[in-house]
């Protein structure tokens, strides 16, 4: 998967509907209101634009089918405020601004297949409606903290608004698509990860954030951090960790974690993958791939384990972010 181009992209109705019950991994909250979505947003005042907005990109007609569908629905203030800070001051404003297409991926990003209460909804990643050129879903990630949170800022200001054909949750702001630095982000189990990446050299936060790149990262969780702390001599915590390796060294050690393509786990083989990081020989550090029932990462330092590829494929604007058991080394 070579992502050529991370805009993202609408699900075409015809796909969705079609698809809509074959799908029994979604939450399934029965209920017994007469109102489909598009009626039950329709008649709360609360959300007359995300109404107007629905109509004009045609996403009226699939909130009306009995396909089951979860909304986070940002209100009137949510999308002013949106309007506003591109610097329009109406919704005809926005549209012609960003273009139809660009506000119909908007919406989509809001949209999830399946009926999820707040109930059934956990903390983790959730695939939306929005694609990339590939058409592959975009993903959000949900923290069901003391208050549902989306991509580690939106919040729910009001769940479980009940339709026949699906739930609406009410949010404080519209919700953007997130890079894979932004996946990485706003997960607490990677936060290792993430601190190392900004503690690096060569501002790699930006490089990894930057939407006219495509990436494949490879990131360990928190405990495989806590594991390779344990492993190196003298040292207590990451902290301890990255002044043993200084943070020239830190670099290459993240940018091992990455590739320039987006590959998914299923398009993984057997074989050595070609990596961000330089070998100092006027090539690139690789790793080797070791697909059996489960798929390892092996680098190339002897003294470290094996890394377990744990969940793959989270889609993000530039490339895909898998997660992985243990810390890589170039070397």
Request: proline share 2%; glycine share 8%; aromatic share 8%.
């Amino acid at each position: 998967m070579k992502f050529p181009f991370f805009r993202v992209l609408l699900i075409s109705l015809s796909l969705v509907l079609a698809s809509c019950s074959d799908d029994d991994d979604s939450g399934s909250n029965n209920n017994n209101q007469s109102q489909s979505l598009n009626a039950t947003l329709s008649a709360d005042s609360r959300f007359s634009i995300l109404v107007d907005g629905l109509k004009r990109t045609g996403l009226e007609s699939m909130l009306e089918s009995n396909g089951n569908f979860t909304i986070f629905a940002p209100t009137d203030a949510a999308f002013t405020a949106w309007i506003t800070d591109q610097g329009y001051s109406d919704l005809d404003g926005l549209i012609q601004g960003i273009g139809m297409e660009a506000f119909k991926e908007a919406l989509a990003y809001h949209l999830l297949k399946g009926d999820y209460t707040s109930v059934q909804l956990q903390s983790g990643y959730y695939s939306t409606l929005a694609i990339n050129a590939e058409k592959d879903s975009l993903h959000l990630y949900l923290d069901k903290g003391a208050q549902l949170k989306l991509n580690g800022a939106v919040q729910v200001q009001e769940a479980n608004i009940d339709a026949n054909n699906g739930t609406i949750h009410a949010i404080s702001s519209v919700n953007f698509p997130m890079t894979v630095y932004g996946l990485i982000e706003v997960n607490p189990a990677y936060s290792s990860f993430e601190a190392a990446i900004g503690l690096a050299d060569g501002n790699l936060k930006t490089v990894l954030a930057n939407e006219s790149q495509t990436y494949s990262l490879f990131a360990p969780s928190n405990a495989a951090f806590d594991s390779l702390v344990n492993q190196t001599p003298n040292v207590t915590n990451l902290f301890e960790l990255v002044a043993s390796l200084g943070t020239d060294k830190l670099a290459d050690v993240i940018l091992y974690h990455g590739t320039n393509t987006g590959i998914l786990s299923s398009e993984l083989q057997t074989g050595n993958i070609t990596t961000l990081a330089d070998n100092g020989l006027g090539g690139k550090f690789q790793f080797f791939v070791n697909i059996g029932t489960k798929i390892k990462l092996i680098d190339n330092n002897s003294a470290t384990e094996d890394a377990v590829l744990v969940q793959g494929d989270l889609i993000g604007t530039n490339g895909v972010v898998h997660f992985i058991d243990a810390v890589l080394l170039p070397e």
